[in-house]
Structure formats: structure tokens, C-alpha cells
């Protein structure tokens, strides 16, 4: 492990962001594309742990433990959401019986 | 040897995310993101993040897939149920995204930041160094998390009752 990482020194940090650009940029496209409700959720943690991934790497960049602190109440944070956006997904096919978000429209006036 | 570790899991992470956000199934779409996580769980191990590395293991791939199987599940969601946008729309919603990563892409390479990632500190992710960081300066912020996580409990069990017939 340590060996592992000692010889990490060769990726530069833009790669980390490109990576966890593209990766945040896939997110928006399933929100975007998809309309199943549960998918569109998955997405939205897809871009959740791209800005964590970031956010390590520019704690370990900058030496400084508080940017990993974060990352641990962003998932903290991101346990609290499943849970509820789950049950509420739960709760609008249990009313329509059916997860597609356009079925909501009427939230939109 | 270790830097093409890192393009090999990030080229694994984009080829998972994509089969995501592609997959017809979306019971696919749940096991896609599991390889996902495990990849970014490498991802954290490779920047000597271990405690990040089994909090993620245990909490995004244990806890929060298995809610999301859980859900899917209960609910019977197959192909023949799932909703699909005309094709116009996904293709101005993939046109969209393309714009947003080069207009990233663009700007991060216009800042320029090149330096090479070193890791100055070996014991810097470990639980060890997080745990003073924790119960230190950030004492406050992480018992609040508890309170919120309670909420969150109370929330999903009150939002998922059956509501009792009026009388």
C-alpha cells in the first residue's frame, strides 16, 4: 500500500478534474435523458461522487485532511437523501403507479 | 506503474458511468453504478484515502445500493414498465452535456493546473489523522449530521406509512 501510493507522484491534477468533469457531465445527461425517477436519482449520486473524488484529490493536492472531512458529511449527507427521496418515490407509485417524472407534470405550475 | 493504474480504473469508471445512464434495465442501471462505486473506491485507495476508501465501500456500495435494489424490487420495474423520452430529446439532452464538458474542459485547461499530484503526507487519509480532524475543529458540524441523519429516519418512515383510513 504504502509503495502503491509513494509512486502515485506521476498523475498531474488536471487529469483528476477532467475525469471527474466528464463523470459529473454524465450525471447531467441521465437527468436529462431518462425519466424513470429511481435513474435520475442514480444519476444525481453519480455526480454527488464525482465533486468527492474531486474534493480528495485536492485535499491530498493541497495536504490539508479538512477537504476528506467534507467528502465524509457529503456522504453522511447523501445517506439521508436516498433514504428520503426513496420513500417519496415509494409514496408517488404507491398514488400513480408509475415512477415516470412526467407524470409530476402538474408540480410545474 | 501506478499512474496507468489510475487511466485504467478512470477509463473503467467513464465505460461504467455511461452504461448507467444507457442501460434499458434499470435493474442494470443499479449494478452498473455498484462497479461504479468500486471503482471509485479504488480511485480513493490509489490517493491513500483508506478511510474514505471503507466509508464508501460500506456506505454507498453496502447501504445505499442495496436500498436502491431494495426499491426497485419492491416495486417490479422491468423493461416493459419503463418510460422512454422521444428520441429528439435525448439527443438534445446528449448535445446539452457534450457543450457542458468542453465548456469545463475548456476552462480548467485555460487555468491550467499541472502540477503533479504528490502526496506530501502518507498519513494524511488515515482514520487515525481524520478522527483528530473530526473531533476537533469540526466537533460541531458532525454531531449536527447525527441530528440530520435522525430526521432523515423519522422522515422515511413517515413519508412510506400507509396513511390510516379517515374516520
Not at chain 1, 509512486?7 to 424513470?36: D, E, K
Not at chain 1, 398514488?95 to 408540480?107: A, C, E, F, G, Y
Not at chain 2, 442501471?29 to 484515502?49: D, G, K, P, R
Request: aromatic residues 10%.
Amino acid at each position: 500500500m504504502e509503495n502503491l501510493t509513494t509512486q502515485m507522484a506521476g498523475v498531474p491534477l488536471n487529469h483528476y478534474i477532467y475525469l471527474c468533469a466528464i463523470i459529473f457531465t454524465i450525471g447531467v445527461i441521465g437527468v436529462l435523458t431518462r425519466r424513470n425517477a429511481i435513474v435520475i436519482f442514480m444519476s444525481v449520486e453519480l455526480m454527488l461522487n464525482a465533486v468527492n473524488l474531486l474534493l480528495t484529490a485536492f485535499s491530498v493536492h493541497s495536504n490539508d485532511p479538512s477537504g476528506q472531512v467534507f467528502v465524509f458529511f457529503i456522504m453522511a449527507l447523501a445517506a439521508a437523501e436516498v433514504a428520503v427521496g426513496l420513500a417519496i418515490i415509494v409514496m408517488v407509485y404507491r398514488n400513480t403507479k408509475s415512477i415516470d417524472i412526467n407524470v409530476l407534470n402538474r408540480l410545474k405550475w | 506503474m501506478s499512474t496507468q493504474v489510475f487511466y485504467f480504473v478512470a477509463t473503467l469508471s467513464i465505460i461504467f458511468s455511461l452504461m448507467v445512464i444507457f442501460a434499458k434495465n434499470p435493474i442494470h442501471s443499479v449494478l452498473y453504478l455498484i462497479l461504479t462505486f468500486f471503482t471509485f473506491t479504488v480511485h480513493y485507495v490509489l490517493l491513500n484515502a483508506q478511510f474514505l476508501a471503507v466509508v464508501n465501500f460500506i456506505v454507498y456500495m453496502g447501504a445505499i445500493m442495496v436500498l436502491f435494489l431494495f426499491v426497485l424490487m419492491l416495486l417490479n420495474l422491468n423493461n416493459e414498465t419503463e418510460p422512454s423520452k422521444s428520441p429528439l430529446i435525448k439527443i438534445v439532452g446528449v448535445i446539452a452535456g457534450c457543450c457542458l464538458v468542453v465548456t469545463l474542459v475548456g476552462s480548467f485547461k485555460a487555468a491550467s493546473i499541472n502540477s503533479p499530484l504528490i502526496l506530501k503526507n502518507q498519513g494524511l487519509g488515515l482514520v487515525e489523522n481524520l478522527g483528530k480532524e473530526l473531533f476537533g475543529p469540526f466537533l460541531l458540524p458532525f454531531e449536527l449530521s447525527s441530528l440530520l441523519l435522525l430526521a432523515a429516519m423519522v422522515g422515511a418512515v413517515l413519508l412510506s406509512k400507509k396513511d390510516e383510513v379517515e374516520a
